[in-house]
T-cell receptor
Framework: DAKTTQPPSMDCAEGRAANLPCNHS???????VYWYRQIHSQGPQYIIH???NNETNEMASLIITEDRKSSTLILPHATLRDTAVYYC??????????FGTGTRLTIIP | DGGITQSPKYLFRKEGQNVTLSCEQN?????MYWYRQDPGQGLRLIYY???????QKGDIAEGYSVSREKKESFPLTVTSAQKNPTAFYLC?????????????FGAGTRLSVL
């Protein structure tokens, strides 16, 4: 599975869009990009995933660059409940998720 | 409500004792997983099961054992051979073991050593 690089922490003002970057420069053509988040002392929660095209669901949008070497998770109107650790995961083959240390997002009131 | 239930939420183990963590799902998922999380760290895979009566070691299986006698249940035993068991344990499931399937997680069990 390709490795990912994320900033360790970010802040975002409540009500603004939170943009979380992820680098995955060694991604191969059949590897999906997944995003999960983990609120303190809870289990991770799936957010969104994509392969080539940008994706949007009720929680977030995922923007993948044309060369697929990086992606951005966008939370359009961040609330205090979005404070969590966000994990960017790239995987293929076996369905084992490798969670690194992620980005700790803090929403500021 | 459909989901994954882990119990207990908190568990204490004495030296030399085996303890079992429960994981039950009513999502009709074939695949189930156990992860360990240490403070400030990501998740590490302990064991996974693709189907009933089958399971495979993950990255850190030493000192742990599992069984998968029923589709909905995947208990994890932390044996006395696991010398550093204090951690947050997470159980997950997915529809099957294919690439694109999403994993759904329980709320976790926090294990401490007395």
């Amino acid at each position: 599975d390709a490795k990912t690089t994320q900033p360790p922490s970010m802040d975002c003002a409540e009500g603004r869009a939170a943009n979380l970057p992820c680098n995955h420069s060694t991604i191969s053509g059949n590897e999906y990009v997944y995003w999960y988040r983990q609120i303190h002392s809870q289990g991770p929660q799936y957010i969104i995933h994509g392969l080539k095209n940008n994706e949007t669901n009720e929680m977030a949008s995922l923007i993948i660059t044309e060369d697929r070497k990086s992606s951005t998770l966008i939370l359009p109107h961040a609330t205090l409940r979005d404070t969590a650790v966000y994990y960017c995961i790239v995987k293929t083959g076996a369905n084992n998720l490798f969670f690194g240390t992620g980005t700790r997002l803090t929403i500021i009131p | 409500d459909g989901g994954i239930t882990q119990s207990p939420k908190y568990l204490f183990r004495k030296e030399g004792q085996n303890v079992t963590l429960s994981c039950e799902q009513n999502l009709n998922h074939d695949a189930m997983y156990w992860y360990r999380q240490d403070p400030g760290q990501g998740l590490r895979l302990i064991y996974y099961s693709q189907i009933v009566n089958d399971f495979q070691k993950g990255d850190i299986a030493e000192g742990y054992s599992v069984s998968r006698e029923k589709k909905e249940s995947f208990p994890l035993t932390v044996t006395s051979a696991q010398k550093n068991p204090t951690a947050f344990y997470l159980c997950a499931s997915s529809i099957d073991f294919q690439t694109k399937n999403i994993q759904y997680f329980g709320a976790g069990t926090r294990l401490s050593v007395l």
